[in-house]
């Protein structure tokens, strides 16, 4: 059952009051249900007859919400229609091109974690492949463009250098950071490139660079689970923090694509016995326990994910409606604007628990330093500071001469 059916369940959990989601977006929700009933089933057939039903947006619309193999494999169990046909004929050669890209960044991920055990580095795979076999139970119901990994910040630049001698080059020079500061905490992650095959790959010291949601908070490095990737143990993060972390960076975004619900639900139906009071611990000492349930509330709003009484509760008493009706608006939209970003940052605000929270993520909006800053000028530590005050400086610049005035090259307004 999903949010088509507007069934009892997810009624008592939010109010009915939605904003109408397009008929090719709930075609998606229908397909991307763990086991798709009658209901469900009845409303794909019906959709597919209707004339209004737009097949090439559909298709575009499940390539930006991640969810195009659910919708492949879904289409391929129903009875063999036509129409059925038809679409399954357009979205094969997607499909097959998404499955080779998966193969491919998965045995990249088992060449890269044996090349940092070989060293001795302790790494953690997440989303990806790991999350792919975690949550969805194999690696080809979820497209995923690049791999990320955790690594401590004491092995970053040895990792770098693995990196390097296996044909990546890192997104930014890594040799011209000499101190810390600059190197580690004007962003989170640094992507690396191999351009010949076409893969990316994310090395990660922390989680998010900004909301104050440090990564040390989500303690990564306790509970570590193992997940097999063709016969290979892959270390990854617990279920817990897996959810938690998820879930954050799915409320970070506003929620704006549909996979990371569908991640939300998999994760809670395959994950067993979860320890919610351990979750939402970490949560309330983030001042995250909103964001983390708006992720919940939504599984459940559209998927019908089953959840204890407790967590039920919990979600109905933290009052996340406008937030829920805000996500099904959002989810609705082609072409966000800047000005809907600003609108987004102040959902994601009032998503933090406490003023104290609400304050430091407006404060590290405006002025904590991120690539921008250092794609400008590249300073010792000992200039570390003088990144602050660029940051508002240079977003006003974006705003009014590239925005407004339009007289910003195109990197310049990147």
């Known amino acids: 059952m999903s949010y088509i059916q507007a069934e009892s369940s997810v009624k008592h959990l939010t109010s009915d009051c939605r904003t109408p989601l397009s008929l090719e977006l709930r075609f998606l929700i229908a397909c991307s249900q763990t086991e798709p009933d009658q209901k469900d089933i009845d409303f794909i057939l019906g959709a597919l007859e209707n004339p209004t039903f737009d097949t090439r947006h559909l298709i575009a619309l499940s390539h930006h ?33 998404l499955l080779k890209k998966n193969m491919l960044m998965t045995g990249e991920l088992i060449k890269i974690m044996n090349l940092f055990e070989e060293v001795d580095v302790e790494a953690l795979a997440f989303k990806g492949p790991a999350l ?58 640094c992507p690396f490139y191999d351009r010949k095959r076409g893969l990316a790959v994310e090395i990660h010291w922390d989680f998010f660079r900004k909301l104050a949601l440090p990564t040390e908070a989500f303690f990564p490095w306790k509970n570590v689970e193992t997940v ?61 326990e909103k964001m983390f349930f708006s992720g919940v509330a939504l599984s459940r709003r559209y998927f019908s994910t089953p959840l204890p009484p407790s967590i039920l509760k919990r979600c109905r008493n933290l009052n996340l409606d406008s937030f829920l ?71 006003g610049y974006r705003f009014l001469f590239c925005r407004k005035l339009k007289l910003c090259s195109p990197a310049e307004n990147s």
Request: glycine share 6%.
């Open 132 to 189: 792919a076999q975690e949550a969805y139970g194999d690696i080809t119901s979820r497209q995923y463009g690049d791999l990320d990994i955790l690594v401590h910040k004491k092995d970053f630049r040895s990792v770098a250098e693995i990196m390097r001698a296996n044909g990546y080059t890192p997104l930014y020079p890594i040799e011209t950071f000499h101190g810390d500061k600059v190197m580690f905490e004007m962003n989170n992650d």
């Open 228 to 288: 097999v990737i063709n016969g290979r143990r892959i270390r990854t993060l617990s279920r817990e923090t897996h959810l938690l972390y998820h879930s954050l960076h799915g409320a970070k975004h506003a929620w704006e694509r549909l996979i990371w619900i569908v991640d939300i639900d998999r994760l809670i139906r395959n994950s067993g016995n979860l320890d919610w009071d351990e979750i939402i611990s970490m949560a309330r000492k983030m001042g995250a």
């Open 325 to 395: 009706a805000y996500v099904d608006s959002e989810l609705n939209r082609d072409n966000p604007t800047p000005e809907n970003s600003l609108t987004k940052l102040a959902k994601v605000i009032a998503l933090r628990d406490s003023l104290r929270y609400k304050a430091a993520t407006l404060l590290e909006f405006l002025f904590r330093p991120g690539i921008n800053e250092r794609r400008g000028i590249v300073l010792s530590d000992r200039w570390f500071w003088l990144y602050w005050p660029l940051r508002p400086l240079g977003m």
């Open 65 to 97: 919400h991640g969810v195009l193999p659910l919708l492949y494999k879904t289409l391929q169990n129903l009875d063999e229609a036509d129409n059925i046909q038809y679409l399954l004929s357009k979205l094969k050669p997607l499909y097959i091109s």
